[in-house]
């Protein structure tokens, strides 16, 4: 197993018990065993222990392993932030159905009759509530405390936080601020609006730009995570606030891109279980088999992804297999036929067994798993293992590659239509796609590239309402709106509901329209 990885981690597992669950009430300080005060006091390399579970926060549901949670829910190994990501960014888009239907995973993978009461909005509401008073409150424990490297730990604290944000901002449209200034406070905090939230954010990333190092340890913010996190909240500001910024994206875009990072040689290498070595990952969520075993973070995508039905899951490094997600037409069918296509993600879909039509999206063998990610390493050998010790690549070059051609298409100033298209074909010829001439590059193709790269890397919800097609009937997809061939679904649903329980938590907390 990788050494640093594991050193991240350790540290992490040395600290958890210092945390417990404060989602029921955003400003109740955690419940500690020693004051983190006294905690630094005594021991100021603590600090990276302390750090090091506020990043573990995304990958792992909580700090005793797989069975624990730090936020409440019947089944611990549903809360994880990476696995709220996949079912609320994936399932209810076009790209992925999940067969089990469970008390409202349904409505997920429908798009169809959601409610305050569903558990799986509440989990990423929660989630990214115990990060941000968590991190709040260590950045201000900080402010008297002397520790090595202090800047650039609180400089990481503040992305943290502000990544926890982003997902608020992009799932749930409104919500309210924790920071230095009302931490603590007894009474209710004041409901911020989606532009608020937007512009601390934009505050946050600006200030810590130059405060995060250019490199950093494996799994932790540098200069270039804080850009692209800037870059994509102004790709996506239309929708936030009302207002493009795809100037500013392309800028920060532009910034990450001449970063240093390079694609990876070969596309199957980046969803392996060595891809730690990867050039190309800007900021991973790591997962370990032994040290961090959770079923939320890439073992949600592996295992959930596999069957003993229909496939050995012993060549993809897995021992569990739970009959779980396929892909839909709406995404294979982007490569044309399977057989023939010369794209080398096109293999990436099991067939055998399977049916091209999503007839039943609770029958395993209609539409195609993704074998996208796996536990088996790219490179040497490797053994299976019940949970996935493959990083989860939350940000990646390729991305900024399709990221800068999107601003360009869009206007962006100082965007050159022809650098535009020599970054989409070095994404395409990578995986031994057919390159594309400049009349062929317009927005639709964009979107359509993004989907053949990205797909279940949490982005295609994002990506759908940005370009106009995931709500309404101009774009339909199997199971859209819980009919086999799509139906159309309300502009409501550009947003999720705020879950009743925080409503009851904060009476200044209004429901978004629509539910």
Not at 502 to 508: C, D, E, G, H, S
Request: charged fraction near 20%; aromatic fraction near 12%; include cysteine.
């Amino acid at each position: 197993m990788r050494k640093l990885n594991k050193k991240i981690i350790l540290g992490m597992s040395a600290m958890v018990l210092l945390f417990s669950s404060c989602t029921d009430d955003l400003n109740t300080e955690p419940k500690v065993e020693l004051s983190i005060e006294n905690l630094l006091a005594q021991d100021p390399n603590a600090i990276e222990g302390l750090l090091s579970k506020m990043y573990g926060t995304f990958a792992l549901s909580g700090p005793n392993g797989p069975g624990s949670s730090d936020i409440t829910g019947p089944d611990p190994g549903e809360t994880a932030f990476l696995r709220s990501i996949i079912n609320l960014q994936d399932f209810t888009a076009d790209d992925m159905k999940n067969r089990w239907g469970d008390d409202g995973l349904d409505q997920l993978t429908t798009t169809s009759n959601w409610d305050p009461n569903n558990k799986f909005f509440k989990y990423l509401y929660d989630r990214v509530y115990y990060i941000v008073p968590q991190t709040t409150n260590i950045i201000k424990v900080l402010d008297g405390v002397d520790v090595d490297n202090e800047a650039q730990i609180v400089g990481e604290l503040r992305f943290i936080r502000s990544l926890a944000y982003y997902y608020m901002i992009d799932c749930f449209g409104k919500g309210v601020i924790v920071n230095e200034s009302n931490y603590g406070e007894t009474s209710p905090l004041n409901e911020s609006t989606r532009t608020e939230l937007f512009e601390f954010v934009e505050q946050e990333l600006l200030a810590i730009e130059d405060i995060l190092p250019e490199t950093n340890g494996y799994g932790r913010a540098n200069k270039a995570t804080a850009q692209m996190l800037l870059a994509k909240l102004y790709l996506n500001a239309e929708v936030y606030t009302g207002t493009q910024r795809y100037n500013d994206a392309l800028t920060y875009t532009v910034k990450v891109i001449d970063a240093g990072y390079t694609l990876a040689p070969n596309f199957v290498s980046l969803f392996s279980g060595d891809n730690d070595t990867s050039t190309e990952i800007i900021f991973p969520l790591i997962a370990d088999p032994v040290v961090s075993q959770s079923y939320g973070n890439t073992t949600y995508i592996v295992n959930g992804s596999l069957s003993t039905e229909t496939m050995n899951i012993l060549d993809f490094g897995a021992t569990d297999a739970w009959t779980g997600h396929r892909a839909t037409k709406a995404w294979y069918g982007l490569y044309g036929n399977l057989e023939t296509s010369p794209d080398d993600r096109a293999e990436l879909f099991w067939t055998e067994g399977h049916n091209y039509e999503m007839e039943d999206y609770k029958t395993w063998a209609d539409g195609y798993p993704s074998i996208k990610f796996r536990n088996t390493n790219f490179n040497g050998t490797s053994t299976a293992t019940s949970f996935s010790g493959t990083d989860f690549p939350l940000f990646r070059l390729a991305d900024a590659y399709l990221m800068y051609a999107e601003c360009t298409l869009r206007g962006a100033a100082g965007g050159s239509a022809s650098q535009a298209l020599t970054y989409v074909n070095l994404v395409r010829e990578r995986s031994n796609a057919n390159a594309i001439s400049a009349g062929d590059l317009d927005l639709d193709f964009i979107l359509d590239e993004r989907a053949r790269e990205l797909n279940l890397e949490g982005h295609r919800r994002t990506d759908l309402i940005r370009f106009g097609k995931f709500t309404g009937g101009s774009y339909l997809w199997p199971w859209k709106g819980n009919t086999l061939n799509g139906t159309s679904i309300p502009s409501t649903y550009k947003l999720f509901p705020i879950p009743q329980s925080a409503l009851q938590a904060n009476v200044n907390l209004t429901q978004n329209p629509g539910y």
